[in-house]
């Protein structure tokens, strides 16, 4: 057994030879798939971006800049990074929409804007019965709904002719007792509405501004603000770069 003592250092020197290789390998790969300059071509005037040097001198990590899947992931693989473009459009119009779909690798990327669905309704029919003075606090009379249903008989998922859409007939009759839970905002849908896992989901996306009240282009920036915002919001909070209103040559190459 005694041999052992004197593999266990070749064994080690092995290993940390390996390990100092695969560090250089790690290093290199990351230059290769790292494009050093990258030029833009636009009508503010060309800019040319130090890319690597941002990276490597200013130590920048990729996924500060490249939050393709929010920030706690490690986003930039295969070799690929998305174009900005790709959900920082010029306009989100019907050519985006139609189209956009087939400019992400994979389907985990959707979830960065088609962010949460709704399931089932957060409703306890049988201790409401208690709280309304009779069925009809909530359900139509008989000259409408000969007997108490589903709500859904009816509404339907679209504003569709004179009848109110189902979320409307819905948040109005529960807003007779439930006021409050609407007061916050987005942040309150939950207290009726089961959120989704959106890495499990399955269906049909809902559009933006069924929840939202904002335009799409609020709540996500279009093309040229994504990269104004992003270049010179750093560069002004650590005073350093060009940012402001006099230094746009700085970054534009006019002439
Ligand atoms: C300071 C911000 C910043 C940092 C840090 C950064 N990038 Fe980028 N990167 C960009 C911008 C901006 C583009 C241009 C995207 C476009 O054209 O829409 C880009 C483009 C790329 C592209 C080319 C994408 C294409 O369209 O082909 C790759 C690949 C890339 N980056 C990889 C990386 C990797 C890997 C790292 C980290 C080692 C990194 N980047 C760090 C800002 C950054
Ligand atoms: C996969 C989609 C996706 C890609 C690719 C992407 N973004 Fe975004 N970005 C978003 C979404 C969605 C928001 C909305 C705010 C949020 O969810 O935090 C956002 C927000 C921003 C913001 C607002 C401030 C912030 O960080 O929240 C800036 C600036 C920005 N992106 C710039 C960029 C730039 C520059 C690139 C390319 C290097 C890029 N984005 C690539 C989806 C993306
Ligand atoms: C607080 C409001 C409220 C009150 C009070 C109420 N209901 Fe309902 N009821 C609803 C809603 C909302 C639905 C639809 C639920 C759904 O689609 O999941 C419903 C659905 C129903 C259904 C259809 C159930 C099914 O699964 O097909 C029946 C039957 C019904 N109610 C009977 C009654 C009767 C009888 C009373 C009085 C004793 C009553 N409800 C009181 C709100 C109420
Ligand atoms: C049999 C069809 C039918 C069913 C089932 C039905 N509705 Fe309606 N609902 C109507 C019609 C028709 C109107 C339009 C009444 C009017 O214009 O006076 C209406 C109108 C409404 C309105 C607008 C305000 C009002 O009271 O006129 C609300 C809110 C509403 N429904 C909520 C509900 C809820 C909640 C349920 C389930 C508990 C439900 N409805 C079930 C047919 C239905
Ligand atoms: C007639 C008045 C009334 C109507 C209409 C009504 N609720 Fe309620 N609801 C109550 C009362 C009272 C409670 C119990 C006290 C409380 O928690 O606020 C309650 C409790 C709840 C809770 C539990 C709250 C918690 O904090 O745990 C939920 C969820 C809820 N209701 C959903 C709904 C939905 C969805 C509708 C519409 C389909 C609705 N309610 C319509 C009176 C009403
Ligand atoms: C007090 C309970 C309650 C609150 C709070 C609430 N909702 Fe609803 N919501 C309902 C009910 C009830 C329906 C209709 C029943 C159904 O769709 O199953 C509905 C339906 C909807 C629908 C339509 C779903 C479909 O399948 O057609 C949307 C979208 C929606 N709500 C969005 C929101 C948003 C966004 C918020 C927060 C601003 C919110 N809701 C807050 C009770 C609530
Ligand atoms: C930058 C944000 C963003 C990303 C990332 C994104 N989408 Fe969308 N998507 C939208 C917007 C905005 C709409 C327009 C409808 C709306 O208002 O929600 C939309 C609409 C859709 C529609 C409905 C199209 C129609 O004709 O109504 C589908 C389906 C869809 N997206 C699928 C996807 C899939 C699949 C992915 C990932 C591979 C994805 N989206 C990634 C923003 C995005
Ligand atoms: C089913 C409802 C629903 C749909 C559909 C939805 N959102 Fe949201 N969104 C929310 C809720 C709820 C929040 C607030 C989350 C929180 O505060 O916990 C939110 C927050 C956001 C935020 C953070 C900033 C803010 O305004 O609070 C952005 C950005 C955003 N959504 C973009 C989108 C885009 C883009 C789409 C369409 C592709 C979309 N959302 C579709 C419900 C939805
Ligand atoms: C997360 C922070 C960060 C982001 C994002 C960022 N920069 Fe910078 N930038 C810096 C830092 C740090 C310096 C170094 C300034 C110094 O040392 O004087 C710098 C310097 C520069 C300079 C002058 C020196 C050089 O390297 O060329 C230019 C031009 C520049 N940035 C352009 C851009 C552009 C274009 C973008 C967006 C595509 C961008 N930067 C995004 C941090 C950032
Ligand atoms: C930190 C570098 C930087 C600074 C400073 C800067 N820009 Fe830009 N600008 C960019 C980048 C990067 C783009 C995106 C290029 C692209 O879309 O490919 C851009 C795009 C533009 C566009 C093109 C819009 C289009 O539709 O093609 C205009 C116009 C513009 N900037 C004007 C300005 C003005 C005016 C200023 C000064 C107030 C300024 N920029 C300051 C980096 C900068």
């Known amino acids: 057994m005694r041999s052992n003592s004197k593999i266990l250092p070749v064994i080690l020197a092995a290993i940390l030879l390996l390990a100092a290789s695969a560090i250089g390998y790690i290093k290199t790969s990351e230059k290769a798939q790292m494009p050093a300059r990258i030029l833009f071509q636009n009508n503010g005037g060309k800019v040319i971006f130090s890319h690597l040097v941002h990276h490597r001198d200013y130590q920048i990590n990729c996924i500060q800049c490249h939050h393709e899947k929010g920030t706690d992931v490690m986003t930039v693989e295969d070799n690929k990074a998305l174009d900005c473009g790709s959900c920082h459009p010029n306009e989100f119009n019907d050519e985006y929409i139609n189209n956009h779909m087939d400019s992400f690798p994979n389907e985990s990327y959707c979830v960065r804007c088609h962010h949460t669905e709704y399931e089932a309704i957060i409703f306890d029919h049988e201790e409401h019965k208690d709280y309304a003075d009779d069925c009809y606090d909530c359900h139509h009379g008989k000259e409408i709904e000969p007997e ?52 499990q989901y399955e269906g049909d996306f809902t559009s933006c501004n069924k929840c939202h009240e904002s335009e799409t282009r609020e ?15 750093c560069h002004e909070e650590n005073e350093v770069g060009p940012y402001g209103p006099d230094n746009c040559n700085q970054c534009h190459i006019t002439r």
């Open 148 to 199: 108490p249903q589903k709500c859904a008989n009816c509404h339907k998922g679209d504003d569709s002719g004179d009848l109110l859409s189902m979320r409307l007939a819905g948040h109005q009759s529960c807003t007779n007792c439930h006021e409050d839970m609407f007061d916050k905002g987005l942040s309150s849908c939950k207290s009726c509405h089961v959120q989704v896992d959106m890495t």
């Open 219 to 233: 709540l996500v920036l279009p093309r040229m603000n994504a990269f104004h915002d992003q270049c010179m919001s």
